[in-house]
């Protein structure tokens, strides 16, 4: 209920102040799990890409983010889960192939943390890695305007970036899946 509330009021407040756009939609695939990976450069990030679904986005949060009282319970109930950034976290990863088995989208900011100039940052490898255990395609979304409290907002669905779902996948593999999702980013981003 807290949930939706919140949720409600973060899209009003999205197409009334900030002139929302969201294109793409039909790129998303009909069915089964997959992974949503962004760009980063506002706390706003999450909230555009939670609030442009019916369905929840569970993404995957800085651990540190769930320690702050009412932030830490807000990303609970809207299904995100704590990710260790200083090591492999091996129960991230679980949840995350869990999720994407049972069929649910799965949220990732692959730069790892917000780009404080707005350029797009170096991709860890990750979201490419679960894409490839999981066997679900990565689905590209760029993310413009979304710094301050005023302006426009975008935000594009790219087409889907298809894993690696044979054999093993090694890390020039991962790398240059990584790459061509940050690529189709970067391309739906300066088109605007």
Same mark, same amino acid.
């Given at each position: 209920m807290i949930y939706r509330l919140l949720k409600f009021m973060a899209t009003v407040i999205l197409k009334i102040v900030r002139r929302w756009d969201v294109q793409g939609r039909e790129n998303l695939p009909a069915g089964g799990g997959f992974l949503l990976v962004a760009n980063h450069v506002s706390y706003w990030d999450?909230?555009?890409v939670i609030c /442009?679904? $019916?369905?929840?986005?569970?993404?995957m949060a800085k651990s540190e983010l769930f320690n702050i009282?009412?932030?830490?319970?807000? %990303?609970?109930?809207s299904g995100s889960f704590p990710v260790r950034r200083d $090591?492999?976290?091996?129960?991230?990863?679980?949840?995350? %192939?869990? %999720? %994407?088995?049972?069929?649910?989208m799965v949220g990732v900011f692959p730069e790892g943390t917000r780009s404080h100039t707005g350029d797009l940052l170096k991709p860890h490898l990750g979201a490419a890695m679960l894409a490839a255990k /999981?066997?679900?395609p990565m689905i590209p979304v760029a993310l413009i305007g979304t710094r301050g409290?005023?302006?426009?907002?975008?935000?594009?669905?790219? /087409?889907?970036?298809?894993? @690696?779902?044979?054999?093993?996948?090694? @890390?020039?593999?991962l790398e240059k899946a990584s790459d061509l999702v940050m690529d189709r980013i970067l391309s739906m981003m300066t088109k605007y």
């Open positions: 999450p909230v555009v /442009a679904f $019916k369905k929840k986005v569970c993404f009282p009412v932030i830490g319970y807000v %990303l609970r109930i $090591k492999s976290d091996r129960e991230a990863i679980r949840t995350a %192939l869990r %999720l %994407l088995a049972e069929g649910q /999981a066997k679900v409290v005023f302006g426009r907002v975008r935000m594009i669905i790219g /087409a889907p970036v298809e894993s @690696k779902n044979s054999g093993k996948v090694s @890390k020039t593999d």
